[in-house]
């Protein structure tokens, strides 16, 4: 039974909390978290975690059955370090190798992929690659306000991977998740979270919207093609303008002095393509807002500010319903969450306390 038959993966906005889950929550977590997996891979293979795992609504669901708070930004964080710790001793047996976490074990992602890749003679650039490019486009290509603290990466021994990573914002309490499927992917520059197509929540800088193309040429011109001094002069004559309040970059947070580095680097590099251009060493945010505002007031080339959120938990939890709810994919879900809880190798007091919090879930509907 396939999940999300839409192909949909995605976005989720969840408030933003403190703290961490209790040891014997966490504990059982792993617990459930084990079983369930197991149960998956045996009867679907390790390709329908990532599946799985890249849908917003079902890792929601998955969170929930696992125990812990359905809208908080804690269950992405927590959810995955259960499933990490859940499946550790048992990564070769079932195929799924996770890397990466929350902060500081987030960067560590690319050593453990590597140390698994070598394990199981997998060439792990192209693994790497697809971290790096996956944080690099939800910071510096998708620029919306949050600030990315999680990353978590996960695969399988044929080189199937997904991504769950999620980053926060400070100024409205909230964190947001975005979800990644490498078979679903074509064009890491190009709708990467593949078919999202929802009502904007907000006014962002999306150079990965498919209406940003031409931005995305313009843009990787003028870094390659356009010699530093140029673009410098163009930077500080846009600073003299007064922007209307609803644009979404301030020509207050252009600093033509602080890029001129970068646009060196991007010059004598000479990238052919948006997604090489971010790729490169030191080209972030600002250098991109700089080329986008260049782009579209002396070029006439418009970036998209389309949000590409698919739905949003920011008004959901018991008072709520999150927005939009395909109805299909939600009882598929809750169906087979109950299926692997009463296969799953647990006590019947565990398992009622797991249908407890199902049934909890599935009155939010």
């Not at 060439?123 to 603290?149: C, F, H, I, N």
């Not at 580095?261 to 971010?278: A, C, M």
């Not at 250098?287 to 949003?312: H, M």
Request: glycine share 8%; aromatic share 10%; charged share 25%.
């Amino acid at each position: 039974m396939p999940v999300n038959p839409s192909g949909r993966t995605g976005i989720a906005y969840l408030p933003l909390h403190s703290g961490k889950a209790p040891s014997w929550l966490f504990q059982r977590m792993v617990k459930l978290a084990r079983e369930i997996s197991i149960i998956i891979i045996e009867e679907f293979g390790p390709e329908e975690i990532l599946r799985r795992l890249s849908d917003p609504f079902w890792f929601q669901a998955f969170g929930c059955v696992l125990g812990f708070d359905w809208h908080s930004s804690g269950l992405t964080t927590t959810v995955c370090g259960a499933l990490k710790e859940g499946v550790h001793g048992l990564e070769k047996e079932l195929g799924l190798f996770i890397a990466g976490g929350k902060g500081g074990v987030a960067r560590q992602t690319p050593l453990e992929i590597q140390k698994w890749a070598e394990k199981l003679s997998l060439e792990p650039q192209r693994l790497v690659y697809a971290s790096r490019m996956s944080a690099k486009v939800d910071s510096t290509a998708l620029q919306d306000g949050y600030q990315l603290y999680h990353h978590c990466f996960i695969f399988t021994r044929t080189g199937k991977w997904a991504v769950i990573q999620q980053g926060m914002n400070n100024k409205n309490n909230y964190a947001r998740r975005y979800h990644w499927l490498g078979e679903k992917l074509s064009d890491f520059v190009n709708e990467p979270h593949t078919a999202v197509h929802a009502q904007a929540k907000a006014i962002v800088l999306n150079l990965v919207a498919s209406e940003s193309a031409s931005a995305r040429k313009t843009i990787t011109e003028i870094s390659s093609t356009q010699r530093p001094e140029i673009t410098l002069s163009n930077l500080e004559k846009l600073k003299t303008l007064k922007l209307p309040a609803r644009h979404q970059i301030e020509v207050n947070d252009i600093h033509p002095e602080s890029l001129k580095k970068i646009l060196i680097s991007t010059y004598d590099n000479q990238p052919d393509n948006f997604e090489r251009l971010i790729s490169l060493q030191g080209v972030g945010p600002k250098t991109i807002r700089a080329l986008s505002l260049i782009s579209e007031l002396i070029y006439g080339v418009s970036p998209s500010y389309r949000d590409p959120a698919v739905f949003s938990f920011a008004h959901g939890g018991k008072d709520g319903i999150p927005y939009p709810i395909d109805r299909q994919t939600y009882d598929r879900s809750i169906e087979l969450l109950a299926r692997l809880i009463s296969r799953a190798r647990l006590s019947l007091i565990e398992k009622r306390e797991a249908f407890g919090r199902l049934d909890q879930f599935r009155s939010f509907k």
